[in-house]
């Protein structure tokens, strides 16, 4: 039997033990369905081998290898992955279309007597929800913009907000990334991936209360904000952290200590900087790596790069700005500015 999702809670809904993605490796590596496990019954290899035959010599021989595969892989997950699940396991198997890759395995685990089901469409048919989530929906809640120049502490700030009350979306987060050069945190999802969380995220938002989201530019490292959000979020009114710049610096250099940890990262992040200032420029930030002087370098980045673009960037706008002023950031203070952050959400949110 094939199940149909007609929104992205749908899946949640239903309750399944386990959701099987029967797709190649790569496939499921780009992007799959919240919570699936990678159990293919092709790899990649083979989806390409049987794809050629297919075209190149006949459906129908194609079938039968495809047939073939199919079952040596159930053999091998029925006899490792799935060995111990019990006779009342409720699984979801999905493909690329919910069709004979998706139907084959779900046949065999049938067989055995255990209540599966496929998905409808397969996971073509959750990449639709999601692109029309992110990309065709409004977000239903009003968005706040969380803002303040670099080393403002917003995204320790962000997360603590909902401890008052205040639902938030953490878009670096979720594109695991910190939004600079400077910040990578790891290898990013793919967009798919990164628009399939956002999705989960926006659906589940409360539309009577504000959603503060952090200030980004379009792009989080790599990744692209969909188009609705990047609307909201320009047009939205602003909370900024207004900290002086020794404060900001200090913060930089605990928070992204992981980065200066690594001379030879570190070395080569300054280096992309090239193209936007002077040679003599690069040398000292460079020589204040190399000295290990992080806090200086951080004040310096502030004063020469960051700082005059966002005030730049901050000209153009035209939206309602609350500011919070601090003199600190260290962490003992963090949860009272979340509190003034919240405090100044609800001022905007009221308006």
Known sequence: MAVTLTSLADLAAFGFDDIIDVRSPSEFAEDHLPGAISLPVLDDDERARVGTIYKQVSPFTARKLGAALVAKSAARHLEGVLADRPGGWRPLVYCWRGGQRSGSFATILAQIGWRVETLAGGYK???????????????????????????????????????????????????????????????????????????????????????????????????????????????????????????????????????????????????????????????????????????????????????????????????PVAEVTVERLWPEDLVGIAGRVAKAVGGLAGR
Request: proline share 6%.
């Open 125 to 319: 048919t959750w990449r639709g929800l999601v692109v029309r989530e992110v990309h065709e929906t409004p977000v239903r809640a009003p968005v706040v913009v969380l803002d303040g120049n670099t080393g403002s502490a917003k995204t320790e700030v962000l997360n603590l907000l909902p401890g008052f009350g205040v639902q938030v979306i953490d878009l670096e987060g979720l594109a695991r990334h910190r939004g600079s050069l400077f910040g990578a945190v790891g290898e990013q999802p793919s967009q798919k991936a990164f628009e399939g969380a956002l999705a989960l995220a926006l659906a589940g938002l409360d539309p009577s209360r504000p959603v503060v989201a952090e200030a980004e530019s379009s792009k989080i490292g790599e990744r692209r904000l969909p188009s609705e959000i990047w609307k909201a979020m320009v047009a939205a009114p602003r909370v900024a952290i207004v900290a002086p710049r020794a404060a900001r610096a200090a913060y930089l250099a605990r928070a992204y200590a992981d980065l200066t940890a690594d001379a030879g990262r570190l070395a080569a992040t300054v280096d992309l900087l090239k193209a936007l200032h002077p040679r003599e420029v690069i040398e000292e930030w460079q020589a204040l790596a190399g000295a290990g002087e992080f806090q200086a370098l951080a004040a310096d980045l502030m004063e020469r790069h960051y700082d005059p673009r966002y005030g730049k960037h901050r000209a153009r706008m035209a939206v």
